[in-house]
């Protein structure tokens, strides 16, 4: 069996050893991303052009540019596949829905679209090369194509920005897609059209979806088999239940009192699922990181159970103090209860109490803030500039003393700055009073955007330590908690994808990425 091939695919490849093209190998290709430019009116060859140009500039690309005219591979796609910058690594989509980094693990594909491009024939050759993606690959077009908007909720709107020009949708994409798939395989077809195909599945290389789910599916699935003519699911039947906008009933007015006992706003308990019981729900899936369209499906109900069985469970007595704000949750802790370790270990499979602590190194896993802990440095800060260390740059640093003082001050060195040896904890982070990331060479789009967060304070009237994480948070916003919460100083530690923390033995969140350090206290 072969893939008709409809079209040419040009390759015209980025330099090598670039930042745009590093030139490492992609292992195995596990999905797609489907982007589109988000530049109208510029061609497939006026965007890779651009990226030649800019080879040095920045650590973004894609694998593929399509237009009306041509597909043109810019990085290795099919032979010798090379890593890709086309998903901002600290969103977690990728890794919750795939286990996987969509720059490691996925090629990214770009639509061109404007009033200068021809929409039907771009979204033709757009079509077909991911459904050749996917047969060269030996993925599932149903469930192994992904928007970067799904990924990347809070900031993307592609592809479907692009389809809109041409009026078209996401959920349509993926099933012309399929069909597109069915139809170059040359064997002996079904169409997508009927929306009571039951589940999807795979069956003589044909792919087949139950498309009133399409826009949800947020995981792979296991291909469904035959037997003797006898469907058999390999995974347990899919919850049929899905309550969305416009429905009615008592399904509806029992998710409205639990939305309601977990803080979020949904007006009357009236069991309509109208706009303020949507965006309860679109709230709920941004704070805890869930595919965010305002359906309350599957996912959305077990996340509801779940932090319902948390806040009925008894919290264990602890000298730190945990409650919870409608979605910031907070720890009050003795200042000289706090200690750091050093422990390189993800997230989930981390024991006890804890929180994330300072900015580190991804490659090597050395930390680049200060970690003090009884006297001893455990971790020095470290400033980057043009791939050198640089040591003119004063950042925030949260420092108790072991005679119970508590301060923040910008510290450039530590060792030169502070006698260690009264310093009972330290930790760096980028300084919340004032909040200046620019002063602190921070970069505020990667450091400062809406994403999950955690923030240290310390409230001088009542001596306590503030932690507090939060969801869909700007650093302007976890400066806002720590105001609001009393604190007279303060500090933001690493957030995004590092956020991971435990407060009397109640999860708040916990992820994949591997930690270099953490803080912890007294319990």
Known sequence: MGFKI??????????????????TKLD???????????????????????????ANDTFAS??????????????????????????????????????????????????????????????????????????????????DIIGHMVLDPERKTDPQNGLNDSGRNYRQLIIDVVNEYNDCINGDLIKLESSEVIKSYKFNNRYYVKLSDIEHIIKPLEFISFNNNVLKNKESEVDTLLLK???????????????????YNVGDIDGIYGS???????????????????????????????LLNNESKQ???????????????????NPMDLHAEIIKERGDKIKGDFVNGTFFNYTNYTSTGNIVVNGKLLGKQQIYKNGKTWDYVKRGNFIVYKDGT???????????????????????????????????????KEVGYQTWRTVLGYKKSDNKVIIAVRPSSTAERGQQTLINLGCDIGIGLDSGGSTNARFNGKTIRTTSRVLQNIIRWEV
């Open 6 to 23: 409809k079209y040419n695919i040009i390759k015209n490849y980025l330099p090598l050893d670039t930042k745009r093209r590093p030139g």
């Open 28 to 54: 195995k290709v596990l999905f797609l991303v489907a982007h589109d430019t988000g530049n109208k009116n510029s061609s497939a060859n006026q965007n890779v052009t651009y990226f030649k140009n800019t």
């Open 62 to 143: 894609a694998h593929i540019f399509v237009d009306d005219k041509e597909i043109i591979e810019c990085i290795p796609s099919f032979n010798n596949v090379e890593i890709a910058w086309h998903v901002w690594k600290s969103k977690l989509g990728d890794n919750r829905i795939y286990n996987a980094d969509a720059n490691y693990s996925a090629i990214g594909v770009e639509y061109c679209y404007g009033d200068n491009i021809d929409a039907n024939e771009a979204y033709k050759k757009y079509v077909w090369v991911l459904a050749y993606l996917c047969y060269y690959h030996n993925l599932n077009p149903i469930t």
């Open 245 to 263: 906008y416009g429905m009615r009933g008592n399904k509806v007015e029992q998710l409205q009192r639990n939305l309601k006992k977990l803080g």
């Open 276 to 306: 303020k019981t949507y965006n309860a729900v679109y709230k709920l899936q941004k704070d805890y990181d869930l595919l965010v369209d305002g359906v309350a499906g599957e996912q959305v109900l077990n996340k509801i159970k779940e």
């Open 315 to 333: 919290v264990i007595q602890s000298k730190a103090k945990y409650y919870q704000i409608a979605s910031t949750h907070i720890l009050e802790v």
């Open 406 to 444: 508590v301060a923040v001050k910008m510290i450039m060195d530590i060792e030169k700055e502070e006698d260690i040896s009264k310093i009972h904890f330290a930790i760096s982070g980028f300084n919340m009073f004032p909040l200046d990331l620019k002063a602190e060479w921070f970069n505020p």
